[in-house]
């Protein structure tokens, strides 16, 4: 669906199974992908892109929101399919190019290390991070699309803030499956710091909000998560 004239997003319930993730297509002279959701999800993006009237050669871009998998899984395949340029913070560049492997679960360590055998179920196919992406930069793309860090889920997870369509793109900061919660502590590396990144966005300026899985909210969005950042901090000072 059609988030704004301008974004569409294709949800991840139609390919991926119920935990894929959403992926986002920015039309603007070409498009910017924004997330690729698990393994095998490459055919079905290039299809909806097709759809909308482009080439894959007109995918000039892929920006990650962070490094999981169910995020990632088809980057390298649609970044050799459509030659687009892959950009991502730093701090999760090294899981995504293959320096590092991906982590699996994050919390508590002993189970990620219980796992650790399971590592195939999560593991992703290296690509290449063409540009590093930091808190404050601005890319050229539908009149100026802003990057705020917003760690906690991963320590480079960022959101997209795009002023002139009115809306965040958030990934994992925050999920919207019949209500708003946080992305689940399993696989959080920071709650405290993911908290922190909420009420960041919270003092930001815009209408819609578009997350990693679930719908957007795209009326009064700011207020939405103003409101769900004063319920985390009470819930915290509460314990």
């Known amino acids: ?11 991840g319930m139609r390919s991926t199974g119920l935990w894929g993730a959403n992926i986002f297509l920015l039309i603007d002279n070409g498009v910017t992908l924004v997330d690729t959701g698990l393994r095998g999800r490459s055919a079905n993006i290039l299809n909806e892109v097709k759809r909308l009237g482009y080439k894959p050669s007109d995918v000039a871009y892929i920006i990650v929101t962070h490094h999981h998998s169910d995020h990632i899984g088809s980057l390298a395949e649609l970044k050799n399919a459509t030659g687009a340029k892959v950009m991502a913070h730093p701090a999760d560049a090294p899981y995504i190019d293959g320096t590092l492997p991906q982590p699996g679960p994050a919390r508590p360590r002993w189970l990620g290390k219980l796992l650790s055998p399971l590592s195939s179920m999560w593991s992703t196919v290296p690509a290449e991070v063409d540009k590093l992406l930091n808190d404050g930069d601005e890319l050229p793309i539908l009149g100026g699309i802003k990057i705020l860090h917003t ?17 965040v793109i958030v990934g994992d900061l925050l999920a919207h499956r019949f209500r708003m919660r946080m992305p689940p502590g399993l696989f959080t590396v920071d709650v405290e710091q993911g908290v922190k990144s909420i009420k960041k966005l919270a003092g930001l300026d815009f209408n819609i909000i578009a997350f990693g899985h679930g719908a957007p909210i795209v009326n009064e969005a700011r207020e939405a998560v103003a409101h769900f950042a004063d319920k985390i901090e009470s819930k915290a000072k509460g314990r």
Do not use: A, D, R, W
């Open 151 to 167: 760690p906690g889920h991963t320590p480079g997870s960022i959101s997209l803030l795009i002023p002139q369509e009115k809306l």
């Open 1 to 11: 669906m059609f988030i704004t004239k301008n974004v569409y997003q294709s949800s």
